[in-house]
Structures are given as structure tokens and as C-alpha cells.
């Protein structure tokens, strides 16, 4: 099984500072097989980027995704009052498909 | 529009079984693998099971195989979790997710459900 561990558990920013969450897995991702999402108080989480780097419809360019193998990155450029949420990293490039613990982006 | 609206759930003893549904509209069922996911209170997501598109694999975590089975109804644009021998543990919100592929062991998961809660406690 491979174990994602997210990184910081939670992030204290100011709106229009720049977020950068961590992800690293255990063992390899196969293919980039790596995506993330963003889940609100009370909400369904929703797609944020899949194939480590690709932005989902209608998902804004502030986010952006990067990293290859055991290492992974999303970043947020500036942030929107929007975006204080839970993130989470996922892999399905193998069975089981796991999810990392997630990260809490908080209002500073 | 791609709508996914599960039911099903609610307070069942330790040891019960419980069905859960998601009834799916807005695209082609058919054609894409579908997953269950639940969250338990406060905690983060767990992968629960996968199922393709033509229900010729199934995939499941450690901790519900042997005791959840996972199926889909084309006919009904459905899909099922059934639920048996239930624990503490199993108290979660489940949330049914469409894939992106009609693999079951890839593809990420572009839309979910608003989920159905269950809770399982005597």
C-alpha cells in the first residue's frame, strides 16, 4: 500500500499569499498518478488537479500542481478567500488508492 | 449536469447489514468506473471500494474486504455498497465518486456525491 503523508498538517496564511502543500508518498507513484482536492466545511471534496499537474474544469490558475515520483506539490499563488479549505493528495495508480491525511489551509 | 445523490443510510447496530445506493444522471454510466469513499467524523478520506465499468473488477480496502460488496445497475444508473457485519469503526460519511476511466484501479474521481451518513453504534 502506499502511504501519503501531507505536509504541514496545517497552514496559517493571509489572503493573497502563496500556499505550497506537500505530499510525498511512500513508494513511487506510478505514471504521475496523483491528484488533489479541496474540501469545505460540510461539502463533498472536489477535483482540483489529477495527473500531478492538470487543472480540472473551471479550476483557476492560482492552483497549480508538480512533483514526479515519491514527491508532490500544490501550490496556490495567491490565495482567495475561497481557497481556506482542506486539501487532500490522492494516488491511484495502484490498488488500494490512498489519500494523504490532508492539510487545513486557515485564515492567518 | 453530472449528479450523483446517495441514500441509504443511518443508525444500524454492530453486526447489521446495511445497503447503500447512488443514483447517477448527466453522463454515460456505463462507460466509467465508480467508487465508494467514506470520512469518518472529523478525520480525513478513506477509500473504500471500486467497482469498473462493467463490473468485471472490484476492488476493495483491507478493512471492509470480506464484509462489503460493491455492484452497479446499469439498467438503473446505480450503485450499491452493501454493507454486512458492521463496527464502530464502519461510522463514516460514504460518498459514491465517478471515475474518470472505466478502470476500476485508475482514474481520479471527478465528481462525488454530498454523501449518506452511517453510524453504527447500539
Known amino acids: 500500500e502506499i502511504v501519503l503523508t501531507q505536509s504541514p498538517g496545517t497552514l496559517s496564511l493571509s489572503q493573497g499569499e502563496r500556499a505550497t502543500l506537500s505530499c510525498r508518498a511512500s513508494?513511487?507513484?506510478?505514471?504521475?498518478?496523483l491528484a488533489w482536492y479541496q474540501q469545505k466545511p460540510g461539502q463533498a471534496p472536489t477535483l482540483l488537479i489529477y495527473g500531478t499537474s492538470s487543472r480540472a474544469t473551471d479550476i483557476p490558475d492560482r492552483f497549480s500542481g508538480s512533483g514526479s515520483g515519491t514527491d508532490f506539490t500544490l501550490t496556490i499563488s495567491r490565495l482567495e478567500p475561497e481557497d481556506f479549505a482542506v486539501y487532500y493528495c490522492q494516488q491511484y495508480g495502484s490498488s488500494p488508492l490512498t489519500f494523504g491525511g490532508g492539510t487545513k489551509v486557515e485564515i492567518k | 449536469e453530472v449528479q450523483l445523490v446517495e441514500s441509504g443510510g443511518g443508525l444500524i447496530q454492530p453486526g447489521r447489514s446495511l445497503r447503500l445506493s447512488c443514483a447517477v444522471s448527466?453522463?454515460?454510466?456505463?462507460?466509467?468506473?465508480m467508487h465508494w469513499v467514506r470520512q469518518a467524523p472529523g478525520k480525513g478520506l478513506e477509500w473504500v471500494s471500486g467497482?469498473?465499468?462493467?463490473?468485471?473488477?472490484?476492488l476493495y480496502a483491507d478493512s471492509v474486504k470480506g464484509r462489503f460488496t460493491i455492484s452497479r445497475d446499469s439498467a438503473k444508473n446505480s450503485l450499491y455498497l452493501q454493507m454486512n457485519s458492521l463496527r464502530a469503526e464502519d461510522t463514516a460519511l460514504y460518498y459514491c465518486a465517478k471515475s474518470s476511466q472505466y478502470s476500476s484501479s485508475r482514474g481520479h474521481f471527478e465528481y462525488w456525491g454530498q454523501g449518506t451518513p452511517v453510524t453504527v453504534s447500539s
Open positions: 467497482v469498473s465499468w462493467n463490473s468485471g473488477s472490484t
Open positions: 448527466g453522463f454515460t454510466f456505463d462507460d466509467y468506473a
Open positions: 513508494q513511487s507513484v506510478s505514471s504521475s498518478y
